[in-house]
């Protein structure tokens, strides 16, 4: 199928760590990528990996890829309440993004 | 820079009545993307404009959507007679060359009654 999988839900208290998974379809996407929506505003990427590495950090966040199992993860370590948004993760297929449903991450004080 | 722009914000309208949403991409970038996101499911891809041409609309659902880029810059969608399942956030994504990162509009948010 074409489905990208994730969780829908994820709360956490702040200072915590986030992890936010997703299991995607095309072993051959050679770009993986988390994309963040906040309240009222468009997709912001946020991030991205190559299919050729298997972690990527960047800051607070860092993206860990298992191409075998198609498992792909996002860690915010000291989550942060400006933090709350939903995540999704996506891959390139051919022209477009594959999109999964979105995590909402619920951050709270 | 301005980024990627897109009119209305939201819009409510009847069954069976039109609606064109607008989209302005990032000046200078080639590539057009419209995608939907229906409520609590995935954001889909619609299609791809290559400046005014269609690349790509494997994702357009039905005859009743029609999207145009005439001259290569902005594009328009249009839903025409809209139905209560087109009821959504429509967003518009551009990228200077294939396969470099597509920059996201706010959407628009339609609601069909």
């Known amino acids: 199928g074409e489905d990208v999988e994730q969780s829908l839900f994820l709360s956490v208290r702040e200072g915590d760590s986030s992890v936010i998974n997703c299991t995607y379809t095309?072993?051959?996407?050679?770009?993986l990528y988390w994309y963040k929506q906040e309240p009222g505003a468009g997709l912001q990427l946020l991030t991205y990996?190559?299919?050729?590495?298997d972690m990527k950090q960047d800051q607070r966040l860092t993206v860990l890829l298992n191409k075998k199992d198609k498992h792909l993860s996002l860690r915010i370590a000291d989550t942060q309440t400006g933090d709350s948004a939903i995540y999704f993760c996506a891959e390139l297929g051919g022209t477009a993004l594959i999109f999964g449903k979105g995590t909402t991450l619920s951050v709270s004080s | 820079e301005a980024g990627v722009t897109q009119f209305p914000s939201h819009s409510v309208i009847e069954k069976g009545q039109t609606v064109t949403l607008r989209c302005d991409p990032i000046?200078?970038?080639?590539?057009l993307y419209w995608y939907r996101r229906v409520m609590g499911k995935e954001i889909k891809f619609l299609l791809h404009?290559?400046?005014?041409?269609?690349?790509?609309e494997s994702g357009m659902p039905n005859n009743r959507f029609l999207a145009e880029r005439t001259g290569g810059t902005y594009s328009t969608l249009k839903v025409q007679p809209a139905e209560l399942e087109d009821s959504g956030v429509y967003f518009c994504?551009?990228?200077?060359?294939?396969?470099?990162?597509?920059?996201f509009g706010p959407g628009t948010r339609l609601t069909v009654l």
């Open positions: 000046s200078g970038h080639d590539n």
């Open positions: 095309d072993s051959s996407s050679t770009y």
């Open positions: 994504a551009s990228s200077q060359d294939y396969g470099n990162e597509q920059f």
């Open positions: 404009f290559v400046k005014e041409s269609k690349q790509d």
């Open positions: 990996i190559f299919s050729n590495m």
